[in-house]
């Protein structure tokens, strides 16, 4: 299986910087896709920002205040969160697509972290 462990939430002001991190473990073969989303009370669950390949797609929102870096040596995904307002406060999850090991054979997955909160609040 793959394990998703998630560092780097908590409660900053506004105007102010956050990192998440990301570390993927488990019987993985290769990475397609890493990155983050979140959730705020009473809305969906949406994309922030997604590592696939030399590519990065980010939500409008954060365009020009996020970087989502990926560590492929590692297996890890690192968000760094700058100018935060009140409107980023949410759960954030990560998320990874792999290739893993299922007996003799690859099998490709998705699976998600636990979450990590942010708030962001004066």
């Known amino acids: 299986q793959v394990q998703l462990a998630e560092s780097g939430g908590g409660l900053v002001q506004p105007g102010e910087s956050l990192r998440l991190s990301c570390k993927a473990s488990?019987?993985?073969?290769?990475?397609?896709?890493m990155g983050w989303h979140r959730q705020a009370p009473g809305k969906q669950r949406e994309l922030v920002a997604m590592?696939?390949?030399?590519?990065?797609d980010y939500a409008e929102s954060v365009k020009g205040r996020f970087t989502a870096t990926f560590d492929d040596a590692k297996w890890m995904v690192y968000l760094q969160m700058n100018s935060l307002t009140p409107e980023d406060t949410a759960v954030y999850y990560c998320?990874?697509?792999?290739?893993?090991?299922?007996?003799?054979?690859?099998?490709?997955?998705?699976?998600w972290g636990q979450g990590t909160q942010v708030t962001v609040s004066s």
């Open positions: 998320y990874i697509d792999v290739h893993r090991f299922s007996g003799a054979s690859l099998t490709q997955s998705e699976h």
């Open positions: 488990g019987s993985i073969n290769s990475v397609r896709a």
């Open positions: 590592v696939r390949g030399d590519r990065v």
